[in-house]
């Protein structure tokens, strides 16, 4: 069975220090894996997305996520937190041998920046 | 520049109604979705297509209806038969299965 699972439902961190938003995954075959973001009242915006070229992902905003297949892992990270970046963050699994019906969302991580 | 337009922002509907939401896409995408997403909760599937003139229901259908006319557009029904249809509503749309989905920015349905 294919699921995802953000570890921490909230994550609050001061600006100008590393941000972790943790995601599992349990997929079966090689997945395709996604970080989204979603500010308040927003639709969904994709930060990056790993389909099984490198295993360390940049994405905008100075994201980055490293996809660890021992520990079937997708952790998203950044270096040093921004106001701006204040949102819920979505880890999103896609099993690329599946219809589209079969994409999984995490339950989303909501990440608030201390000033 | 391609994307993928929600309309209205925001609706409000008296109990008894049916409402369409609008969806369109520029991408030339195949396949589109439609979500629902509650306060403090994932995503939900409620239906997707993946060609014009076919769709599948998804997780939750009850109480909604879709059609696929066009490639560009895939507009959602929230009819009277759903209970509780006050949400946030999200449009996607997708290459074809393993690639990454573009989002609408969603329309936020209230029911007065």
């Known amino acids: 069975a294919q699921s995802v699972t953000q570890l921490d439902s909230h994550v609050s961190v001061s600006e100008g220090t590393p941000v972790l938003l943790r995601c599992n995954y349990s997929s079966s075959y090689s997945p395709s894996l996604f970080w989204y973001v979603q500010h308040p009242n927003k639709g969904l915006q994709l930060l990056l997305k790993?389909?099984?070229?490198?295993?360390l992902v940049k994405g905008i905003n100075g994201f980055e996520a490293e996809f660890k297949k021992s520990e079937t892992s997708f952790h998203l990270t950044k270096p040093s937190a921004h106001m701006s970046d204040a949102a819920e963050y979505f880890c999103?699994?896609?099993?690329?041998?599946?219809?589209?019906?079969?994409?999984?969302f995490g339950s989303g991580t909501r990440l608030s920046i201390r000033p | 520049d391609g994307g993928i337009t929600q309309s209205p922002k925001y609706l409000f509907r008296k109990e008894g109604q049916n409402v369409t939401l609008s969806c369109e896409q520029n991408l030339n995408h195949d396949a589109m979705y439609w979500y629902r997403q509650d306060p403090g909760q994932g995503l939900r599937l409620i239906y997707y297509?993946?060609?014009?003139?076919?769709?599948q229901k998804g997780d939750i259908a009850e109480g909604y209806s879709v059609s696929r006319e066009k490639k560009e557009s895939f507009p959602l029904t929230v009819t009277s038969a759903q209970k509780n249809p006050t949400a946030f509503y999200l449009c996607?749309?997708?290459?074809?299965?393993?690639?990454?989905?573009?989002f609408g920015s969603g329309t936020r349905l209230t029911v007065v």
């Open positions: 297509s993946q060609i014009v003139n076919d769709f």
């Open positions: 996607a749309s997708s290459i074809g299965a393993g690639g990454g989905y573009t």
């Open positions: 790993y389909t099984s070229a490198a295993t």
């Open positions: 999103v699994v896609n099993p690329r041998y599946s219809s589209a019906s079969k994409i999984i």
